[in-house]
Structures are given as structure tokens and as C-alpha cells.
């Protein structure tokens, strides 16, 4: 299996900060990469995919970027609404494997 | 647009086999490069891809649950299902059904939309 290593597990920013979350695959993934948001009580939300795409209708201070085995995902300006989990999930093999998720707070 | 919802039992004994439906509404389980996906998340934790189905019935499961997964599809009830046998405490989890899409572009595929989640809690 493909391991998807996240950092930092959480933490904790301002609200308009930067805010930057890594995902690093065991092996090469090329760009096969999504980021989901997930909130309290529901279901994961795709925001990006293929490492840097953003999803339709998702607000554009969201953006991914990386390729091989390591990727980054920046919400460029945090705002209240922004507080959940966040997921790496890759697509190159079987079985599908996902971070371990990276809990965003406002300080 | 398309909707999914998971339904089934929300406790099942230990040693019994769970079992969960995912009914797709809005449009057909048959069209489309999709595939039909279960994923897992115990409570607290991450997210535990299970497996998918075509529509043709082709099946790929988890290594780690491979001997005790089965999922199935009614075309005609536009439906897929989940049945895990020998539950232990350690599949307590809410369960997501999720369609996996496959684009024509380099196999790039992603999750979307998934299920509310339902949670299956394994106890006497």
C-alpha cells in the first residue's frame, strides 16, 4: 500500500493567515493526488484534485500543488468556515489510501 | 445532480456480518466512467477506503479486508452494497458510500459525492 504521510496533524491560525498543510506518498505518485475538507458530522468534500486542480465552485484561496511524493495544500487567507480536517488521498494504486488528516483551528 | 445515501443497520453483533445498502438518486448507477465506493471512518480517525464495484460487477477490495468484504450492485434498484462478515468491535466506524469518478484525462479519477455516512457500531 501507499502510505500518505500529513503534517501537521493540527494546528492552530488567524483568521486572513496562510496557512500550508503537507502530504508525502512512501512511493512516486506523479500528480495523483486529492485534497478533501472535512467537516464535524459530514461527509469529506473534494476541493482539489490532480495535485493542483481546483474543484468547481470551490473558493480560490484554496490551491494544491507537488508532484512525485510531495505535495502542499495553502488556503491563502483562513477564514471561519475553513475550520475542518483536511485529507490527502492518492489515485496511482490500488488500495486508495488517504492522510491521516490535518486538523485546522482559529487561534 | 447526483445523490447518495447509505441505509442498514446501526448495530450489529460481534462475529455477525453487517451489511449496508447505498441507494443513487438523481441519476443512473449504469452511466458513466464510475466507479462505486465504500470508505470508513472510526470515530476520531481517518479515512479507510474499503472498496468499489463497476457497474459490470468488477470488484477491487482492500488487502486488509479482502477475505471478509463482498460488495454487490442492483442495477435495477440503482443500489450497491456492503457486507462485512465477522465484525469486531474494530469495524465500528461511520461508513460512506462515495462514487469514484474516472476521467478520460490520464485516469485521473476523485471521490465525489459521497453519502451523509451512517454509523455502524459492533456490539452485544
Redesign the interface.
Known amino acids: ?1 501507499i502510505q500518505m504521510t500529513q503534517s501537521p496533524s493540527s494546528l492552530s491560525a488567524s483568521v486572513g493567515d496562510r496557512v500550508t498543510i503537507t502530504c508525502q506518498a512512501s512511493q512516486d505518485i506523479s ?2 493526488l ?1 485534497w ?1 475538507q472535512q467537516k464535524p458530522g ?5 476541493l482539489i ?2 495535485a493542483s486542480n481546483l ?1 468547481t465552485g470551490v473558493p480560490s484561496r484554496f490551491s494544491g500543488s507537488g508532484s512525485g511524493t510531495d505535495f502542499t495544500f495553502t488556503i491563502s487567507s483562513l477564514q471561519p468556515e475553513d475550520i475542518a480536517t483536511y ?1 490527502c ?1 492518492q ?1 496511482d494504486n ?8 490535518t486538523k485546522v483551528e482559529i487561534k | 445532480q447526483v445523490q447518495l445515501q447509505e441505509s442498514g443497520p446501526g448495530l450489529v453483533k460481534p462475529s455477525q456480518t453487517l451489511s449496508l445498502t447505498c441507494t443513487v438518486s438523481g441519476g443512473s448507477i449504469s452511466s458513466g466512467s464510475y466507479y462505486w465506493s465504500w470508505i470508513r471512518q472510526p470515530a476520531g480517525k481517518g479515512l479507510e477506503w474499503i472498496g468499489r464495484i463497476y457497474t459490470s460487477g468488477s470488484t477491487n477490495y482492500n488487502p486488509s479486508l479482502k477475505s471478509r468484504v463482498t460488495i454487490s450492485v442492483d442495477t435495477s434498484k440503482n443500489q450497491f452494497s456492503l457486507k462485512l462478515s465477522s465484525v469486531t468491535a474494530a469495524d465500528t466506524a461511520v461508513y460512506y458510500c462515495a462514487r469514484e469518478y474516472i476521467t478520460m484525462v490520464r485516469g485521473v479519477t476523485w471521490f465525489d459525492p459521497w453519502g451523509q455516512g451512517t454509523l455502524v457500531t459492533v456490539s452485544s
Not at chain 1, 490500488?94 to 488528516?101: D, E, I, K, S, V
Open positions: 500500500d500528480n495523483y486529492n478533501y459530514k461527509a469529506p468534500k473534494l484534485y490532480d474543484e485529507y488521498q489515485y490500488l488500495p486508495r489510501t488517504f492522510g491521516q488528516g
